[in-house]
């Protein structure tokens, strides 16, 4: 957890250059035409970054409040559509290898999908913001400064995800805007003391940024009034051949991490931080999502250790051969749970009538370890008065012919 005296958030500059040519022609009306061109060109697609996200409704919670989605535009056409409900990535489009526009994440038309009851019962947190704390902790129950707190049980003996109602199940207040990097969406919520058992009032902002260079940012700060375990993440699932009615077992992934942190039955670290070499969990080089999958029993659904793990490092790489896309993730998060849908059952239809079968989607979930508030070993997670989270993880989209 990267604890800083300031929550600013430091976004690069882009500067647009544009060439002016002095070139003596004898058709200088047909040369001052092309530039005057290339100029409108360039300055339309610095517009399109500068102009502030849209936004429609996205329906009613079941308490009647109205939410809104916001659509993020970048220069090339890419777009993210994000609500308001959760802070959740409803969807991400991305070109293929042929330039075509298709959906990489999983998610719903209108918020009454996130609030289904056959969606509430199998709990897959589709592109959601999670918190107070992202993963598991043990039995509920953790210890700070020599006071004993206790959580709700949702995941079997364990507190998952921020508890019965965490940061995806509420209304963040959003601020669509602009900056040098592109268009931007800007959420806040206040997680009140005492908020699903945890301590200490927790002001949360969460920046979304779709980027010219085809990235999207996510840009994490929080302080409190208490010290309190915090460890923010996002939940999308992706599907780089999404829409094809194709599973993501082909998919090639690569994670730059040397160890694993083992679980038991119920999915909590054991402490051990068990070497990836020779074993199914070794990603230091490109495999497909399914040639050992068979040797996981339930699949994929553990925290690897990233390998230097300072300021913003490497995450993640996944390629799908049959689209061509690609996907890096940097973070400056020191591990990251690759969970590749194993939970997911049929029993939900998300956009265009699409069935979320098994391996549907996988997350890369950029985090601090499980259960870390009861693992002295891994990095802490309290975060202290005074103090202030700040944390960082980009997704960047590309194709390779």
């Known amino acids: 957890m990267k604890k800083t005296s300031s929550a600013g958030l430091i976004a690069g500059v882009m500067l647009v250059g544009l060439t002016s040519a002095c070139n003596q022609s004898s058709d200088t009306s047909k040369t001052t035409a092309d530039q005057t061109a290339a100029a409108d060109s ?20 079941q308490d009647g409040t109205e939410v809104q989605l916001f659509t993020l535009t970048n220069a090339h056409g890419m777009k993210a559509t994000i609500t308001n409900y959760g802070g959740t990535v409803t969807s991400l489009l991305v070109p293929d290898k042929n330039g075509k526009l298709g959906d990489v994440v999983l998610g719903f038309d209108n918020v009454s999908g996130y609030q289904s009851p056959a969606f509430l019962k199998s709990g897959p947190y589709f592109g959601a913001l999670i918190g107070r704390y992202g993963n598991r902790i043990k039995a509920g129950k953790f210890t700070v400064d020599g006071k ?76 409190t009034d208490k010290a309190t375990p915090v460890n923010l993440t996002n939940h999308s699932y992706f599907n780089l051949n999404h829409g094809q009615g194709k599973d993501i077992l082909g998919h090639e992934v690569t994670i730059p991490a040397d160890r694993y942190t083992v679980v ?25 999502i399914g040639e ?65 079968g098994k391996h549907a989607g996988f997350c890369l979930e950029t985090q601090h370890f499980p259960d870390s508030p009861n693992q002295a070993k891994f990095p802490s997670t309290i975060l202290k008065p005074g103090d202030t989270l700040h944390t960082t993880t980009v997704y960047k989209f590309g194709v390779r012919k």
């Open 42 to 61: 360039t300055q339309s697609s610095a517009n399109a970054s500068a102009m502030k996200p849209t936004s429609s409704s996205f329906g009613k919670t």
């Open 148 to 223: 004993a707190y206790t959580l709700a049980k949702n995941n079997g003996p364990n507190s998952l995800h921020g508890g019965l109602k965490g940061f995806d199940k509420v209304v963040w207040q959003a601020q669509p805007g602009s900056s040098a990097e592109g268009q931007t969406l800007k959420l806040t919520y206040v997680s009140k003391d005492g908020e699903e058992g945890y301590p200490g009032n927790l002001n949360v902002t969460v920046v979304y940024t779709l980027t010219d260079q085809d990235e999207l940012k996510i840009d994490y700060s929080a302080t």
């Open 264 to 288: 038991d039955a119920t999915l909590i670290p054991t402490g051990e931080l068990r070497p990836v070499k020779g074993t199914p969990f070794d990603f230091t080089t490109p495999h497909a």
């Open 292 to 356: 050992r999958i068979a040797q996981v029993p339930g699949g994929y659904d553990h925290n690897w250790v990233l390998n230097n793990a300072s300021g913003m490092h490497a995450a993640a790489s996944v390629y799908d051969p049959a689209s061509g896309r690609t996907m890096d993730v940097t973070t400056t998060e020191p591990g990251v749970q690759f969970y590749t849908g194993n939970f997911l059952d049929g029993t939900l239809t998300g956009k265009g009538g699409t069935v979320y």
